[in-house]
């Protein structure tokens, strides 16, 4: 078997061309035979046109495209597919981590508002834990680690620190802002989100 039919490097759009989902080339194939999806021919100048499966498996392979070997020779892997139906951008929440905490406090102490370099904050529980506090969105917040040490298992207010905004739950955003390029596919760019 090739390894390449079964890692997530093909970014899949719904018809408005939004980045929606990542699947794998085996997944893409099945989608495409199926006529539920065609597949970007992206040309080095950007250009874009989609391909049905009757025509995507007899395109020539270039040189920087990957491709499987099958009974017909070598398939070219797509990289991006366009849904033939489907038009919404689904939506969800970041999960209840430290990056998603992080990025919901915009990497800014939530007690000093300081920019932070990462070695340089972690997550305080706002109501500690050996007090009944639990690790909830609405209870956890970015923070300076010095400040975070000195505060140790003490409300804010018994050591005159103010939260600058009251922690919750981020809002639900669409899925292109979840959807990382883990394997750096270069045709993806067109339609990722820039990660500040």
């Not at 017909?72 to 209840?96: I, N």
């Not at 990497?107 to 508002?113: A, I, L, S, V, W």
């Not at 899925?175 to 596919?185: D, E, H, L, Q, S």
Request: charged content about 25%; aromatic content about 8%; hydrophobic content about 40%.
């Amino acid at each position: 078997m090739n390894d390449v039919l079964y890692k997530s490097t093909v970014l899949v759009l719904n018809r408005n061309w939004q980045a929606i989902d990542v699947k794998t080339p085996a997944h893409a194939f099945c989608m495409m035979a199926n006529g539920n999806a065609t597949a970007l021919d992206i040309l080095c100048a950007g250009d874009m046109r989609p391909v049905k499966w009757l025509e995507w498996i007899v395109l020539p392979v270039r040189e920087e495209d990957y491709a499987v070997k099958t009974v017909r020779g070598l398939v070219r892997v797509p990289t991006v597919l366009v849904l033939a139906r489907y038009s919404k951008v689904p939506k969800r929440r970041p999960k209840l981590s430290a990056k998603g905490i992080w990025e919901r406090d915009g990497g800014r102490c939530q007690y000093t508002g300081r920019k932070l370099a990462p070695n340089e904050g972690n997550i305080d529980h706002v109501l500690p834990r050996s007090r009944g506090g639990v690790t909830s969105w609405e209870n956890c917040v970015l923070a300076d680690k010095r400040v975070n040490s000195c505060k140790g298992n003490r409300l804010p207010e018994e050591i005159g620190l103010k939260l600058k905004k009251r922690p919750q739950m981020p809002r639900e955003l669409p899925v292109t802002y979840f959807i990382r390029n883990a394997y750096n596919v270069a045709d993806w760019e067109h339609f990722l989100v820039p990660i500040d």
